[in-house]
Structures are given as structure tokens and as C-alpha cells.
């Protein structure tokens, strides 16, 4: 019987996370500093107690020699006698030439002038402490030795307990940087978890889910505002294309219906080759405008997209509307219309020259073909403290205020206009068009007539001076 194959083993998902591998580095990296800083203290901590230690011999050296009054045998062995017994603390030694102890506490050594540390051997076994002998020596009189000595063990201790304190300390930061690289790990582990399950259900098509903020401003509630931001952007987008769907499949109907019958009665009822000619006239003429309406939305998709932002570049919005004035004021004359611009000099914002005409010339169109004769039309454009304003009015019929908003959708038509030509797409055109510039469009009762506002947020400051200068380089 096969048995079943165990699967690897794993870390817990919380201890596998990016913040709790950052947080192991970092207490990696603080141990090591540690480590640093503990070498570098315990060294002055020992290189202080050495230095403390050697001015004592030095200055107990000195004292003997002022005592004996040089360094005869004699006077030496009787000061160091005197100094084993009211110096218990402090180790002599006077040997002579050959090895043998005159005076002094400790056991014979090999002479050897300068400082020195001998093992705790060399103490007497009466008096046997902790610790070895840090000391100095000399060579006196006739070839002897005198060796002044005190117990290092005060330094081995010092340095003993500043290791235990630095280990202790250093193992309770790890601990702590571990335990706290935990918790935020947990934290940081909800907050993904809850963006993931936000996830999943939108890719399960609840496309009203948005991520959970907590108003604490930090980096997870920017990036949730921005994810939300996002999902309702292409929640928007796929309302949209909903709504494009269904208004191609009742918009569009009607006259590929329409098309289709004058087709099937033209076979059944023209005889003659004149009016097999003019029924597929009156073909082409519904299907031009059929692939004209495709043609808009085609348009629409592709500036909803913001592919055309990329090449935004430096346009004169003056120089374009004063264009616009004078190539529609004679068509506002046609229909016995005035059309007046009143527009600032130095306008300048960036943008897309073409679509900025198709939008201004879309709404001289509207105004002048759905006003009246003797109806006045005014384009004006004035810089305001947060950025450049349009107004497109006229004295025409207006819009009703409940239908201010839906006219902005495509296909969508007043009942005034619905018999005369047309595909409701000219003000989606126009709408999409300023969302690609970051501009809003409004539209008023001009009272009467309608008064379209557009709204480019430029700043002021910096426009005159990216567009003002010479003409000739604009």
C-alpha cells in the first residue's frame, strides 16, 4: 500500500510576509550595529580600567623607590616588608639575580622590565583571589628585580558584566522587533486579505465592491483610494459600454429596418432602371448615415480610452475660437443669426488642437441649427483665477432642466428633434471630449436658450508666461 506523500513543510503565512522578512532584516542589521557598538564600548571600558590600573602600580613603583631612597637591596626589602602588611591589596616582589625571593607576596618570576600580566599562579597560596596580576618591574642593585602588581580581576568583572548587560539587551530587541515584525505583519496581513477578497469578487463580476478604508491616510488608504478611484472608472466604462450596446441595438434598428424595406420593395416594386437607381440613392443615404453613427461612437470610444492625451502638446484656445467666430459667422448669416465672440488674448492650455475644434465647432453647430432666425449666438472665453472658462449661449429653444443630463448621453434626443437629422451623438462627442481635458461641462438656462459652460482647469499662473512672447514662435 502506497503511502501518501507528506507535502513540504512551510513557514505560517504571517511569518512568510514582505513587512516580516523586512522586519528580520532590520533587527539584522540593528544586531549588527549592536555588535559594533558593543565592541567599541567594551574596548574603552577595558582600555579605561587598564589605563586606571597601570597609574596605580606606577604610583605605588614610585612610592617604593621614594621610600627606600633609590634602589638599593637593603632599603627595598625593608619598605616592601613594611608595605605586605599595610598593603594587603597590592602584590611586591623583590628577587634577586638569581631568582631567589628577598621580599614580597608572590612566587619568583622571570625578570623582565616594562608592563606585565602574570597568571594567578604567582600568587602566594595563602592569599589565592580571582583573577591574574597586571604590574610593572624594574631591575635594581646588583642585577635584582622589584615587581609592583595589582589583581586584574575588578577589570574581568566590569567586562564581564557589560557583556551580560549588551547580551540581555540585544536579545530583548531582537525578541521585541520580532514579536512587534509579527503583529504588523498580521496588520499588514489583514489589510492585503481584504483588498484580495475585494478582488476576487469583482473578478467574479460585483463590480460594486470598493476597498475598505480607515481614514488613517497611510499608504494601504492611498492605494485603496486609488483602487476605488480605478473601479469606478471601469465600473463606469462597462455601464457605458452596457448602455452603447443597448442604444446601438434600438438606435440602430430603426434605420437598418427602414434601410431593409426600401430594399425589399424596390425589388418587388421598381420595374424601371430610374427607380431601381433612386431607391439605392436612398440606400447609400441611410447607409452613410449608419456608418457615420459608428464612425461617432468609434470616435467617442477612442477619446474615452485617453489614447489621445499622449500627444497633448501647447494650444492657443484664442487663436482657435476667433478661427471658429469667423468661419461660422457667415453660416449664422445664411440663417439670418448673429454670432459675436468675446474671447481674452493669451489663452493657452495643453491639449489636442483637433479634437478641442471638433468640440467648440460641435456646439456653434447646435446652437445655430437648432435656434432660430434672428436668434444671437455668443462664444466668450475668459481666464478666471483656477482656470480658463468657455461659454457657448444662444437665444434658441434651450433644454429643459430634466433633460440637461441625458442629453450628454449617446443617442439621446429631445422629442423636438427627433424628425430632423441626426444621431444624438454630437454632445456625447463634445462630453467625452472635455473629460479627456480635465475640463467639466455644464449647461444653464441662458433665459433664453441654453448656455453651455466648459470649465478647463489651468492654472493661471504660468500660462501667460508659457504662451506670452514672441508671436512668431507660437
Known sequence: MRRPRRLPWRWPRSLRTSSFRLTILYAAVFGVSGLLLFGVIAWAVNSFMAEQLDATVANELAEVQADAGGRQIAALKRVVDGLIIH????????????????????TPVRPKPGLRI???????????????????????????????????????????????????GLGMTVVLAMAAG???????????????RASRAIMAGDLTQRMALRGTEDEF?????????????????????????????HDLRTPLTRLRQRLELARRRETTVDGLHAAMDAAITNVDAIL?????????????AGTRRAGFKSVMLDELLNALVEA??????????????????????????????????NLVENAIGHSPPGARISLEATRQPNGIVVIVADTGPGIPAASRNKVLQRF????????????????????????LHAASLDLHDNRPGLRCVLHFSTPAEGTNADFAGDPADR
Open 328 to 361: 461660422y459667422q457667415p453660416v449664422a448669416e445664411e440663417k439670418r443669426q448673429t454670432l459675436a465672440g468675446s474671447i481674452e488674448p493669451s489663452l493657452g492650455l495643453d491639449g489636442d488642437d483637433e479634437l478641442l475644434t471638433l468640440l467648440f465647432a
Open 118 to 168: 602574570l597568571a594567578s599562579a604567582h600568587q602566594p597560596a595563602n592569599r589565592h583571589v580571582l583573577g591574574g596580576i597586571r604590574g610593572r618591574g624594574i631591575t635594581v642593585a646588583d642585577g635584582a628585580y622589584l615587581f609592583v602588581g595589582v589583581s586584574d580581576h575588578q577589570q574581568g568583572e566590569l567586562r564581564e558584566v557589560v557583556t551580560r548587560t549588551f547580551l540581555l
Open 292 to 304: 457615420e453613427t459608428f464612425a461617432a461612437l468609434l470616435r467617442i470610444a477612442q477619446i474615452e
Open 182 to 196: 509579527l503583529v504588523v505583519s498580521l496588520g499588514v496581513l489583514r489589510r492585503v486579505e481584504a483588498v484580495s
Open 87 to 106: 598593603s594587603p591589596g597590592i602584590y611586591y616582589l623583590l628577587q634577586s639575580a638569581d631568582g631567589r625571593v628577598i621580599a614580597g607576596n608572590m
Open 412 to 435: 439621446y434626443r429631445l422629442e423636438g428633434s427627433r424628425t430632423t437629422p441626426g444621431n444624438g451623438l454630437g454632445l456625447s462627442l463634445v462630453n467625452a471630449i472635455a473629460v
Open 221 to 249: 488608504d492611498h492605494l485603496g483610494s486609488s483602487l476605488n478611484a480605478m473601479l469606478d472608472r471601469i465600473q463606469d466604462l462597462m455601464l457605458g459600454l452596457q448602455q452603447v450596446s443597448s442604444d446601438i441595438a
